[in-house]
């Protein structure tokens, strides 16, 4: 396989203070998945947003189905193949869900608003609804059928099943195994549910103070309870 995404050495922050992530390496083949995992404040949102260009990049490199990506817009980086589900979601209030599908759609894929509203049923119910009209659990389907409908190779999520109930959590983990075998997307998962990130992922690792302090897969990190306890802070 090769490597979809590659970051080589890199360092970003927020301009001001400690670097939020520091010479990060990382290497994900085309059609796998990745957890990232870490206590809180270690980076985590921070490497995705550096991935996006939502960071100020100090130095290495960032590869993106072969060309470098390190040095241009976040708008081109979608356009390139890139979707995004930030941890805030980001839905545009005053558009109703059909219009908030529309306004991302690239034609370039299976996904479109059809295939969006037939995996996630609730949002068709909804269509019409505006955006701040709607649940938590609701909100994030349409975050990720968002992302979706700009068929990117590439999906990032951000701690998609945060405050959300577990009926409502286990809709969107069906959708995103189903996405999965449909599309053979790749896709990175920012997720404190560590047994369920590792469930989904095929490779993992563990940022602390913005370094990667472990890296391999993810069968192998869910049967190692020092690391996760030591590192993830996991009992
Ligand atoms: N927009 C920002 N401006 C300045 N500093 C930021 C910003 N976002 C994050 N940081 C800092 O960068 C560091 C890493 O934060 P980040 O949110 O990436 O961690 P995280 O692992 O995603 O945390 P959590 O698990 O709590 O979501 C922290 O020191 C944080 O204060």
Known sequence: ???????????????????????????LPRGSSLAVLGR??????????????????????????????????????????????????EIFPSLTVEENLSVARVDRGKWNIESVFELFPRLAERRQNFGNHLSGGEQQ??????????NPALLILDEPFEGLAPVIVDQLVEALKRIRKESDMTFILVEH???????????????DRGQVVWNGKSNDLAGNKSVLSSLVGIS
Do not use: C, W
């Open 141 to 150: 389907m349409l975050a990720v059928g968002r992302a979706l409908v700009s």
């Open 1 to 27: 396989m090769t490597d979809l995404l590659r970051l080589e050495a890199v360092t970003a922050g927020y301009g001001y203070g400690a670097a939020a992530i520091e010479n990060v390496a990382l290497s």
């Open 193 to 207: 549910h560590v047994d369920l990130a590792l469930s989904l992922t095929v490779q993992a690792l563990i940022l």
């Open 40 to 89: 809180n404040g270690v980076g985590k949102t921070s490497l995705l947003a550096t991935i996006m260009g939502l960071t100020q990049m100090a130095s290495g490199k960032i590869t993106f189905d072969g060309g470098e990506i390190g040095g241009i817009d976040t708008y081109e980086r979608a356009r390139l193949g890139l979707g995004y589900v930030p941890q805030e979601r």
